[in-house]
């Protein structure tokens, strides 16, 4: 049995013989729904948190009986191993992570990575693996020592007034010609801070390559998984634009502009749902089917349902104006989550947004987040089922896409990516 008490949960005091009887206690109740059973934990635990010295620590492992805890190296100070929060995403990480142990000599990261391309989808393309090489030096060679990178704005949305936001302009060549680059500030809400650590034309120019061999891979379900997701990716970048152009307008008085720019992002919303629609692993119902098959009965169907819900979204410790900490801690680019809870969030304070501008009032902080939270609670006790396989074609979404909202040649497109900046020239002379 898998019990982590003391993972971010350390005891009350550190007296060696409470924390022998807390362990006790534990394996008690184990062994009185098993008479066999083992406890299996973690021990990273020992390694971060001060409170675990030697004394505490074998009150609490001599607890148990000799040969009924087994401690988790997640260190891999032996053989191989990988302690993932958050896994089915980034597959090339952890084929190269699951090598290391057996390679006697120093990997030669960029021809392992030219190579692994002809490994995963089943023929050599070069035009792929140029892609690839360009992801390397991009999106996978990130040096600047942040270590979470899925916060951007759609997947984990400020809680913020937005007239704290200080707004600087740097010029930049990512989308094809110089534009406003925003940058956020330390500001006294907390807000986790998209974060960008490459060239973003770079990553798009990788995309055109992938989109542009697909037809002589396209039958490849790994090539569609990566087109997916990285057609994502760089739509997703784009996202954290419009909704900072969206808080610029804000706080240049520009109603018009916040709602054009906020009706472009739920768009966007709206169109990165239909794409990860188009493979199996970027789909919510498998999750939330999967958690309800756990079920022996009707309330624990609704119960595991919810906890599923719950986890990719806001952990139940809020109340009607407080959002939770953990909020958007195990956040998801998966269909059907963009479109049933992201979209109508971000749509609840762009709606603010508009009304304070409208009525010359400071943005309403508080009935945002009571209706933010009254979104989340409601969605997480819904019952409404969502697609288990995927549907439309990946390629051709990509494409389409990719022409929408990134091709300079398409005229659509160079109007949607130039607008914002002549408006804003216009409006200061």
């Known amino acids: 049995m898998v019990y982590d008490t003391f993972d971010e949960n350390t005891p009350p005091i550190d007296d060696p013989e409470y924390i022998s009887s807390l362990g006790a206690?534990?394996?008690?109740?184990?062994?009185?729904?098993?008479?066999?059973?083992?406890?299996?934990?973690?021990?990273?635990?020992?390694?971060?948190?001060p409170f675990w010295r030697p004394l505490q620590m074998k009150a609490l492992l001599h607890s148990v009986p000799v040969g009924k805890l087994?401690?988790?190296?997640?260190?891999?100070?032996?053989?191989?191993?990988?302690?993932?929060?958050?896994?089915?995403?980034?597959?090339?990480v952890y084929d190269l992570m699951s090598e290391m142990a057996f390679q006697h000599k120093k990997i030669n990261v960029k021809e392992w990575v030219y190579l692994y391309s002809t490994r995963r989808y089943g023929r050599p393309v070069p035009l792929i693996q140029e892609g690839w090489n360009v992801l390397y030096h991009t999106i996978y060679n990130c040096t600047d020592g942040a270590y979470d990178k899925n916060?951007?704005?759609?997947?984990?949305?400020?809680?913020?007034?937005?007239?704290?936001?200080?707004?600087?302009?740097?010029?930049?060549?990512?989308?094809?010609?110089?534009?406003?680059?925003?940058?956020?500030?330390?500001?006294?809400?907390t807000f986790d801070r998209p974060h960008l650590w490459y060239s973003t034309s770079e990553v798009i120019y990788a995309l055109e390559l992938f989109i542009a061999s697909g037809y002589e891979i396209s039958?490849?379900?790994?090539?569609?998984?990566?087109?997916?997701?990285?057609?994502?990716?760089?739509?997703?970048?784009?996202?954290?634009?419009?909704?900072?152009?969206?808080?610029?307008?804000?706080?240049?008085?520009?109603?018009?502009?916040?709602t054009l720019l906020s009706q472009r992002f739920l768009d966007l919303v709206e169109d990165l749902d239909a794409l990860l629609a188009c493979h199996d692993?970027?789909?919510?119902?498998?999750?939330?089917?999967?958690?309800?098959?756990l079920a022996q009965n009707e309330e624990q169907e609704r119960q595991f349902e919810w906890n599923a819900r719950t986890q990719i979204t806001m952990w139940f410790d809020n109340t009607e104006e407080e959002a939770s900490l953990l909020r958007d801690y195990g956040n998801k680019y998966w269909s059907g989550l963009l479109r049933?809870?992201?979209?109508?969030?971000?749509?609840?304070?762009?709606?603010?947004?508009?009304?304070?501008?409208e009525r010359s009032e400071d943005f309403n902080l508080k009935k945002w987040r009571k209706e933010w939270i009254?979104?989340?609670n409601d969605w997480q006790s819904r019952r409404n089922t969502f697609p288990v396989e995927s549907r439309g074609d990946a390629l051709?979404?990509?494409?389409?896409?990719?022409?929408?909202?990134?091709?300079?040649?398409?005229?659509?497109?160079?109007?949607?990516?130039?607008?914002?900046?002549?408006?804003?020239?216009?409006?200061?002379?």
Request: charged fraction near 25%; aromatic fraction near 14%; hydrophobic fraction near 40%.
């Open 25 to 49: 206690a534990i394996f008690k109740g184990m062994q009185s729904g098993d008479n066999d059973a083992v406890w299996l934990m973690q021990g990273w635990l020992f390694s971060y948190d």
């Open 70 to 92: 087994v401690v988790l190296d997640l260190f891999a100070e032996v053989g191989v191993g990988m302690s993932m929060e958050g896994i089915e995403q980034n597959p090339i």
């Open 151 to 189: 916060r951007d704005v759609i997947v984990a949305f400020p809680d913020v007034d937005p007239s704290l936001i200080s707004v600087q302009h740097e010029w930049s060549h990512n989308y094809g010609k110089p534009y406003s680059r925003t940058i956020i500030k330390e500001i006294t809400d």
């Open 219 to 258: 039958i490849s379900n790994t090539y569609r998984y990566d087109l997916v997701d990285l057609t994502r990716q760089v739509l997703a970048k784009y996202a954290n634009e419009l909704f900072f152009k969206a808080i610029e307008a804000y706080q240049s008085h520009d109603v018009h502009g916040v």
């Open 281 to 293: 692993g970027f789909l919510l119902g498998p999750w939330l089917e999967s958690a309800k098959q």
């Open 340 to 357: 049933d809870y992201y979209g109508p969030r971000a749509a609840i304070y762009f709606k603010y947004l508009r009304e304070s501008l």
């Open 374 to 376: 009254k979104l989340t």
């Open 396 to 429: 051709n979404t990509s494409r389409w896409l990719f022409n929408k909202y990134l091709n300079l040649s398409n005229p659509e497109t160079k109007l949607r990516l130039e607008n914002w900046t002549e408006r804003k020239s216009m409006k200061s002379q």
